[in-house]
């Protein structure tokens, strides 16, 4: 499995289903940019410490979320301001979710995979890769004093 937290050639965040979608200096900072990853729209934002990514359309009435106000970790839909986190999907006050898609910026650049795009890449070797990974370490309760 691709560890993004360390640096990754262009061939392996492709074999890993991660799209180009363009310079990260063209996404300035508390700004959204649309892209289109594997036929769908999507939309990046640049985050004070980071990227991040979800659909274009908002899921209220299909606004350009890339062009709405961005604030802590939240999108703000530029038509009738139905606020998105953009660290959970989760929408402020609604019953609606957005799929937050994964970013890595390489040499610059940005690269986008669809939430969920994930399992169909190299799977056979993550299936391996997991199975010969030791466990997690059990937890036991304080004995009572
Ligand atoms: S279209 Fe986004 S809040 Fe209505």
Redesign the pocket.
């Known amino acids: 499995m691709l560890d993004v937290a360390t640096p990754c050639t262009a061939d392996e965040l492709r074999e890993e289903g991660f799209v180009d979608v363009g310079a990260a200096a063209d996404v300035p900072r508390l700004e959204g940019r649309r892209a289109t990853v594997d036929g769908r729209r999507v939309a990046v934002f640049r985050l004070p410490d980071r990227f991040a990514a979800t659909d274009a359309a908002?899921p209220?009435?299909?606004?350009p979320l890339s062009d709405g106000i961005v604030a802590d970790d939240c999108v703000t839909?530029p038509?009738?301001?139905?606020r998105l986190n953009l660290r959970t999907g989760e929408v402020a006050g609604q019953d609606a979710t957005m799929p937050i898609h994964h970013v890595v910026e390489q040499g610059g650049r940005l690269w986008v995979r669809l939430a969920g795009a994930c399992d169909g890449h190299r799977e056979p070797e993550r299936a391996a890769s997991r199975a010969a990974a030791p466990g997690p370490t059990p937890v036991r309760p304080a004995a009572p004093a």
């Open positions: 908002c209220h009435k299909g606004g839909c038509l009738h301001n139905w």
